[in-house]
């Protein structure tokens, strides 16, 4: 049977019984393919790998080594949080890499999506290789793979976990959510007792603010994106959306216009809002935002953030439009 292929029998994880059921097989499993090795895992602070930390955290606790790297692409104070609670809380064995410049270096002028994941997806490899290398007795790599990746990586997706790993690398995968469904994701971190604000934060792409800063990317251009997605953030916050809203982010794509500040023409980008709701990514539809948020979200991203003059609001459901816009 391929072990890639989830089976029919398999129940829907829906409650916190199922959960833990999950969770002992997880350990078990984990633990007879590891043994007393090392595993190397990406901790990107998102739902699907911080899940896969807590859950090998349990497992084989300090023979799970958890890199974060901060690729310079990360939304505005995720990597803080990642330290804070990874670090600190759970006590994790963490490695934080600070390599924004080796990754925009490498990026500057490539406008074409897939060539950006891939440069960002390698070069990913290459930082883990690098500290794989420093580290003594690493014989597994650990991935947050979820289904839905495994069922779109035909094609779809060049820069995800799947068949996106060099042939030569040396570490055999551990991938203990791969069969789940996020809904499925996120009921099991609340069983591992991760907190709800990392549970239920929204899945963010691994490659970044990269594929959000459309065409190439630029630090400027970056900069404004981080700023105005935070400001998203923030309003959603207060306004109770962001409980509702599975994912909500903004894409800054490159092409300016003209606009008016302090009486003067001011040649800016425009900050282009996405809030789509779904239980599986698979399928997507629009969340309807109230005009007066919305209002307070243009008001406050044209007056905050240096280089962004216009905000657009995109309507499309997926299919026909995937979720993210690269």
Partial sequence: MNANVRPETMQRITTKELADEFIAKQIEDVRAQVGDKKVLLALSGGVDSSVVAALLIKAIGKQLVCVHVNHGLMRKGESEQVIEVFGKELDANLIYIDATDRFLDLLKDVAEPEKKRKIIGGEFIKVFDEEAAKLEGID??????????????????????????????????????????KDEVRVVGSALGLPDEMVYRQPFPGPGLGVRCLGAITRDRLHALREADAILREEFDKCGLAGKVWQYFIAVPDLKSVGVRNDKRYEGWPAIIRAVNTTDAMTATIEEIPYDVLHKITARITAEVEGINRVLLDLTPKPVGTIEWE
């Fill in 140 to 181: 597994f790599l650990a991935q947050g793979t979820i289904y839905p990746d495994i069922l779109e990586s035909d094609g779809v997706k060049a820069h995800h976990n799947v068949g996106g790993l060099p042939e030569d690398m040396e570490m055999e995968l551990v991938e203990p959510v791969k069969l789940l469904y």
